[in-house]
């Protein structure tokens, strides 16, 4: 299987904001010469192939094609098929057994982060909870706290200064299943 990689596009298509038709971001990406392209779902995951330029390269090249074809920035944080399999396997090997009244969420960083974290790591009122990272990737729970679940993308990116992107591990799957 040939590797492939995974632009997270942070913010968009979120409460009417930041607004981009995934098949104008397919065709944008062919224009410029990505291969492979595929979209999943409305929240900004562009799956492709790209050889010979670095993930620094490839990010930025990426978010000038947001830039250039829709008119505004966003965020783009980039994983291999590689790194996604490691980290649902991290995922599944240690953290599965969990049950109950909880959410599964993985949020990636854009940048790597070497803050000392003491696991687990709550948020303020509890919502969230978490209980695995590495420089770049966070697996977290969410709890239910008045009514509602906590989602950890704000905590992660209050806590580590840097923009992430958070998405459940079903999606995950289904993008690696593509």
Same mark, same amino acid.
């Given at each position: 299987?040939?590797?492939?990689?995974?632009?997270? &596009?942070? =913010?968009?298509?979120?409460? =009417?904001?930041?607004?981009?038709?995934?098949?104008?971001?397919?065709?944008?990406? +062919?224009? /410029?010469?990505?291969?492979? $392209?595929?979209?999943?779902?409305?929240?900004?995951? $562009?799956?492709?192939?790209?050889? =010979?330029?670095? /993930?620094?390269? &490839?990010?930025?090249? $990426?978010?000038? &094609?947001?830039?250039?074809?829709?008119?505004?920035?966003?965020?783009v944080?980039?994983?291999?098929?590689? /790194?996604?399999?490691?980290? +649902?396997? #991290?995922?599944?090997?240690?953290?599965?057994?969990? #049950?109950?009244?909880?959410?599964?969420?993985?949020?990636? +960083?854009?940048?790597?982060?070497?803050?000392?974290?003491?696991?687990?790591?709550?948020?303020?009122?509890?919502? #969230?909870? $978490?209980?695995?990272?590495? %420089?770049r990737?966070?697996?977290?729970?969410?709890?239910?706290?008045?009514? %509602?679940?906590?989602?950890?993308?704000a905590?992660?990116?209050?806590?580590?200064?840097?923009?992430?992107? %958070?998405?459940?591990?079903?999606? +995950?799957?289904?993008?690696?299943?593509?």
């Amino acid at each position: 299987m040939m590797d492939f990689y995974v632009a997270f &596009l942070r =913010g968009i298509n979120v409460s =009417g904001q930041k607004i981009i038709k995934m098949e104008a971001l397919r065709e944008a990406f +062919l224009r /410029e010469g990505f291969t492979g $392209v595929k979209t999943f779902i409305q929240s900004g995951n $562009v799956i492709f192939n790209r050889t =010979g330029s670095s /993930e620094h390269d &490839l990010i930025n090249q $990426v978010e000038s &094609l947001i830039t250039g074809n829709f008119g505004f920035h966003t965020d783009v944080i980039l994983r291999s098929s590689d /790194e996604i399999e490691s980290v +649902l396997k #991290v995922l599944e090997n240690e953290h599965s057994g969990r #049950v109950g009244d909880q959410k599964l969420y993985i949020t990636f +960083l854009k940048n790597a982060f070497y803050g000392n974290i003491s696991l687990p790591l709550f948020s303020k009122h509890g919502d #969230v909870e $978490v209980i695995y990272h590495n %420089t770049r990737d966070f697996i977290s729970h969410s709890h239910l706290h008045k009514g %509602t679940y906590g989602f950890p993308n704000a905590f992660i990116e209050k806590y580590t200064g840097m923009p992430a992107t %958070t998405r459940n591990p079903q999606t +995950l799957q289904k993008i690696l299943d593509l």
